[in-house]
């Protein structure tokens, strides 16, 4: 949750746009949604709050964060793919012609990363 401060904002929307497929980044004007800033318990902009893909809080940050701390938060809260994930898949005729062709229906196939 993010107010526009123009010293983080950039920063912020820098991060959204690296980790776009990977991660989701919002924002949210405390100044016209009173109501959420309550219920967050936000007390100062700007405020990050990195919530789990089950709407728990894992994180919160109050202040301007450098981007070197934000990458941190977001390695530790959601790290990349394994790096055999980050290769397109084969196609049915490289599966076909592979040697490893008979346990394919053991892997699961990936359309690209972060999916």
């Known amino acids: 949750m993010v107010r526009s401060v123009p010293a983080f904002a950039s920063i912020f929307d820098a991060a959204a746009s690296d980790y776009d497929g990977r991660v989701s980044f ?19 902009v700007p405020t990050l709050v990195v919530f789990g893909t089950d709407g728990s809080e894992l994180r919160r940050v109050a202040g301007v964060l450098p ?10 809260v959601a790290p990349p793919p394994p790096a055999h994930e980050l290769f ?5 005729a490289a ?7 008979g346990v394919r229906d053991t ?6 990363r972060g999916t």
């Not at 599966?95 to 062709?101: E, F, K, L, R």
Request: net charge negative; hydrophobic share 30%; charged share 25%.
């Open 26 to 44: 919002g924002t949210c004007n405390v100044d016209t949604n009173p109501k959420s800033a309550g219920l967050l318990q936000i007390q100062s």
């Open 67 to 76: 981007r070197r701390q934000l990458d941190a938060i977001i390695e530790q």
């Open 88 to 92: 397109d898949p084969l196609t049915e």
């Open 95 to 101: 599966w076909d012609q592979h040697p490893a062709s």
């Open 107 to 112: 892997f699961t196939r990936r359309s690209g």
